[in-house]
């Protein structure tokens, strides 16, 4: 009986509606944002002129948390764009300040793609390339140099 009476508590009229404005609320409550403390980050990767650059997809851009232990990192789309994910695709980077590299695409472990972007983007160290990551949501571009062609 007691069963039967839980059953009928959940097909009263509303009673979904309920469930499906607290689950709502409890969203924008929490600003979308996952309860590990990482935020949405997206954003380009373009030359100087604001174009994709052709070569550069299937690369990752890495953000290195200054100071801390944390690495985000996002595959680099057609287009140039790229969604940041820590821990699992998606779920975003912890707040705070970043060195940016993009380390050459590797073809195999024998062989590194053709070099499409100037080689300084490759380290962390010689980038230049940095950005800060608030709490809220984030859209970044980074406009990095080609590689010179030679012979031209």
């Known amino acids: 009986m007691r069963l ?21 609320l409890c969203l924008v409550l929490s600003g979308g944002f996952s309860s590990a403390g990482y935020y949405p980050v997206q954003g380009k990767v373009v030359d100087a002129a604001g ?3 052709p070569g550069l997809e299937g ?6 948390l ?11 789309e057609d287009d140039g764009s790229f969604h940041l994910y820590t821990d699992k695709p998606g779920d975003g980077a912890p707040p705070g300040e970043y060195q940016v590299y ?9 062989r590194a793609a053709p070099q499409v972007i100037d080689a300084k983007y490759e380290k962390p160290e ?27």
């Open 59 to 64: 690369s990752e851009i890495v953000f290195t």
């Open 51 to 53: 174009q994709p650059i």
């Open 4 to 24: 039967l009476t839980t059953f009928l508590s959940f097909s009263k009229p509303g009673f979904w509606s309920a469930v499906a404005a607290t689950g709502l």
């Open 66 to 76: 200054v100071g801390g232990q944390t690495s985000s990192i996002a595959p680099i």
């Open 102 to 110: 993009i380390p050459r695409r590797r073809i195999d472990t024998e």
């Open 126 to 152: 010689t980038s230049g390339l940095q950005a800060t990551v608030d709490k809220k949501r984030n859209t970044l571009e980074f406009k990095v140099a080609k590689v010179a062609k030679r012979g031209a």
